[in-house]
T-cell receptor
Framework: NAGVTQTPKFQVLKTGQSMTLQCAQD?????MSWYRQDPGMGLRLIHY???????DQGEVPNGYNVSRSTTEDFPLRLLSAAPSQTSVYFC?????????????FGPGTRLTVT | GQQLNQSPQSMFIQEGEDVSMNCTSS?????WLWYKQDPGEGPVLLIA?????ELTSNGRLTAQFGITRKDSFLNISASIPSDVGIYFC????????????FGKGITLSVRP
């Protein structure tokens, strides 16, 4: 199993550009989530999904959209990038319950918005 | 909302030393988790604690769930260079789908 994969690993955007961060898992996990990590901060939840077709907002959802058309994929979209969205983004998946201890994180996408 | 406090932000120890990290909260949690993040990677779960007073070991790591449910600590014994990384605590409230709250992390450096 590849586990949780994220692409791209690095990205630089100009303010106002849009892009999609990809996340995929091959463990047949129902639950997936997106976090952002900023220097000196803990992980903050952006959006999460409890299954295909079902998504909900986390702690910091503004400026981000998600969709979950399949169990495997959970892309995160930035509609109009802002410098405040410069961060490291982690996708995670889990089984059993959304935030059970068996939560697997991807390697992250490092995004810079200029 | 809930906040988890981890301090200091950075710790520097000598290889072979033991180190203890604390995590405190103003709120009660029903589950405490400890994660480690290596440079350039995502967090990896080290230890999960589910019961107040519980003491759990994983190799050289030992973690305890505080009796008050408002704190937890992680000990690393006989540190080695690969222990370098960021250590996060996380708490979970009641309910299977309750969200995790993460601490800000402690960056551990180990001098050979």
């Amino acid at each position: 199993n590849a586990g949780v994969t994220q692409t791209p690993k690095f990205q630089v955007l100009k303010t106002g550009q849009s892009m999609t961060l990809q996340c995929a898992q091959d463990m047949n996990h129902e639950y997936m989530s997106w976090y952002r990590q900023d220097p000196g901060m803990g992980l903050r939840l952006i959006h999460y999904s409890v299954g295909a077709g079902i998504t909900d907002q986390g702690e910091v959802p503004n400026g981000y959209n998600v969709s979950r058309s399949t169990t495997e994929d959970f892309p995160l979209r930035l509609l109009s990038a802002a410098p405040s969205q410069t961060s490291v983004y982690f996708c995670a998946s889990s089984y059993g319950s959304l935030f059970s201890y068996e939560q697997y994180f991807g390697p992250g996408t490092r995004l810079t918005v200029t | 909302g809930q906040q988890l406090n981890q301090s200091p932000q950075s710790m520097f120890i000598q290889e072979g030393e033991d180190v203890s990290m604390n995590c405190t909260s103003s709120s009660i949690f029903n589950t405490w988790l400890w994660y480690k993040q290596d440079p350039g990677e995502g967090p990896v779960l080290l230890i999960a604690l589910y019961k107040a007073g519980e003491l759990t070991s994983n190799g050289r790591l030992t973690a305890q769930f505080g009796i008050t449910r408002k704190d937890s600590f992680l000990n690393i014994s006989a540190s080695i260079p690969s222990d370098v990384g960021i250590y996060f605590c996380a708490g979970q409230l009641t309910g299977a789908n309750s969200k995790l709250t993460f601490g800000k992390g402690i960056t551990l450096s180990v001098r050979p």
